[in-house]
Antibody
Framework: QVQLQESGPGLVKPSETLSLTCAVSGYSISSGYYWGWIRQPPGKGLEWIGN??????FYNPSLKSRVTISVDTSKNQFSLKLSSVTAADTAVYYCARLKSTGYYSDYWGQGTLVTVSS | QSALTQPASVSGSPGQSITISCTGT?????????VSWYQQHPGKAPKLMIY???KRPSGVSNRFSGSKSGNTASLTISGLQAEDEANYYCSSYAGSSTYVVFGGGTKLTVL
């Protein structure tokens, strides 16, 4: 069974960089699929952030200038960095596996709340 | 403002059927059969219910079905049950510049 688990600081100061990691078990991330991040501000809807795959990355155009997604195949995990955060970046951040042929996420982590506040 | 438009709320009684719409444009829903639907209970991660417009993942009840007409996709839930009460989100592939867009979500209340 594929499982994903997010980890990282729950509190980040404004203007700093948000960093999260997603550990994957039950599937080797180097075997295929796209891996990425989706967020949900409190009480609001889902927003796609971006994905990484063997050949590169692709990001939400509205966040592209601040987002970096990378992968560590030796640890079977991938990471998110979001720079210059503001209160608007406060959200539950989910990592998920994206099917490349259908662009749907079939496995999700439980989510982790990141609050941007001084 | 979300790229795909969903009604904020829908409701139905147990046993009834309801349909949730998801309206996009010719750049996303209208151009690709790549609409997916997710169910999210409070405090939980989203769960995939429909993918590629009409397909159900293993384990999802056949009471859930998807369809599309033009720029609008729809999720129909038949034989409503109390456990179906949740928020539902649609998503679509939107081409190689925008990639993935979501709807704003629909809260389903089972009366």
């Amino acid at each position: 069974q594929v499982q994903l688990q997010e980890s990282g600081p729950g509190l980040v100061k404004p203007s700093e960089t948000l960093s999260l990691t997603c550990a994957v078990s039950g599937y080797s991330i180097s075997s295929g699929y796209y891996w990425g991040w989706i967020r949900q501000p409190p009480g609001k809807g889902l927003e796609w952030i971006g994905n990484i795959y063997h050949s590169g990355t692709f990001y939400n155009p509205s966040l592209k200038s601040r987002v970096t997604i990378s992968v560590d195949t030796s640890k079977n995990q991938f990471s998110l960095k979001l720079s210059s955060v503001t209160a608007a970046d406060t959200a539950v951040y989910y990592c998920a596996r994206l099917k490349s042929t259908g662009y749907y996420s079939d496995y999700w982590g439980q989510g982790t709340l990141v609050t941007v506040s001084s | 403002q979300s790229a795909l438009t969903q009604p904020a709320s829908v409701s139905g009684s147990p046993g009834q059927s309801i349909t949730i719409s998801c309206t996009g444009t010719s750049s996303d829903v209208g151009s690709y059969n790549l609409v997916s639907w997710y169910q999210q209970h409070p405090g939980k991660a989203p769960k995939l219910m429909i993918y590629e417009g009409t397909k159900r993942p293993s384990g999802v009840s056949n009471r859930f079905s998807g369809s599309k007409s033009g720029n609008t996709a729809s999720l129909t839930i038949s034989g409503l049950q109390a456990e179906d009460e949740a928020n539902y989100y649609c998503s679509s592939y939107a081409g190689s510049s925008t990639y993935v867009v979501f709807g704003g979500g629909t809260k389903l209340t089972v009366l």
